[in-house]
T-cell receptor
Framework: AQTVTQSQPEMSVQEAETVTLSCTYD???????LFWYKQPPSRQMILVIR??????QNATENRFSVNFQKAAKSFSLKISDSQLGDAAMYFC????????????????FGTGTRLQVTL | GAVVSQHPSRVICKSGTSVKIECRSL??????MFWYRQFPKQSLMLMAT?????????EQGVEKDKFLINHASLTLSTLTVTSAHPEDSSFYIC?????????????FGNGTRLTVT
């Protein structure tokens, strides 16, 4: 079974600064998908960014980018120019690829990192 | 964008009663829906996977007779917590999957906060 580890329960960053959230995972699969989700106080799960394991290029979405190190099984999230609205719980998640089996498409979440953004 | 509606957003019930939570995909057909449970300050734990028209697949340790899941159509899945107890108080979130390719996205509902008194 796959496992996802987020070793930073809490992180803090000043507004406009950059912060990196770490995530490592364990899998025996060669193809898979990785995600970062944001959960603000409203509890809504919001997809921040996703990465396909077969792609060497790191995914980017505006101020959000990842550092995907497949050999090290590491998938960190970098938030640039942090904003107050970035304050939330951030979850790293793993998913196996599957076209047919719903169970294999399930997301396995890490324990989360609570990000605080200060003025 | 794809919208998943979860209802109710908040429910309080007495111990021993049953509560039904609905998860609807509003503008797409969801072949698979997932039900998660989240305790305060913790991660999302998968409870079960439901595929339209078939029995749900439960994760290890989840009581299928207590958490009844029905996925009767491509747009609706329900989770019924039967004979609820205070320890069932939690935040329940559904997510829906539409198969569009190898990296089909998951869309989450807004969650249901269940309090059992």
């Amino acid at each position: 079974a796959q496992t996802v580890t987020q070793s930073q329960p809490e992180m803090s960053v000043q507004e406009a600064e950059t912060v990196t959230l770490s995530c490592t995972y364990d899998t025996s699969e060669s193809d898979y998908y990785l995600f970062w989700y944001k959960q603000p106080p409203s509890r809504q799960m919001i997809l921040v960014i996703r990465q396909e394991a077969y792609k060497q290029q790191n995914a980017t979405e505006n101020r959000f980018s990842v550092n995907f190190q497949k050999a090290a099984k590491s998938f960190s999230l970098k938030i640039s120019d942090s904003q107050l609205g970035d304050a939330a719980m951030y979850f790293c998640a793993y998913r196996s690829p599957s076209l047919n089996t719903g169970t294999a498409s399930k997301l396995t979440f890490g324990t989360g990192t609570r990000l605080q953004v200060t003025l | 964008g794809a919208v998943v509606s979860q209802h109710p957003s908040r429910v309080i019930c007495k111990s021993g009663t049953s509560v039904k939570i609905e998860c609807r995909s509003l503008d797409f057909q969801a072949t698979t829906m997932f039900w998660y449970r989240q305790f305060p300050k913790q991660s999302l734990m998968l409870m079960a996977t439901s595929n339209e028209g078939s029995k749900a697949t439960y994760e290890q340790g989840v009581e299928k007779d207590k958490f009844l899941i029905n996925h009767a159509s491509l747009t609706l899945s329900t989770l019924t917590v039967t004979s609820a107890h205070p320890e069932d108080s939690s935040f329940y979130i559904c997510s829906a999957l539409v198969l569009t390719g190898y990296n089909s996205p998951l869309h989450f509902g807004n969650g249901t906060r269940l309090t059992v008194t």
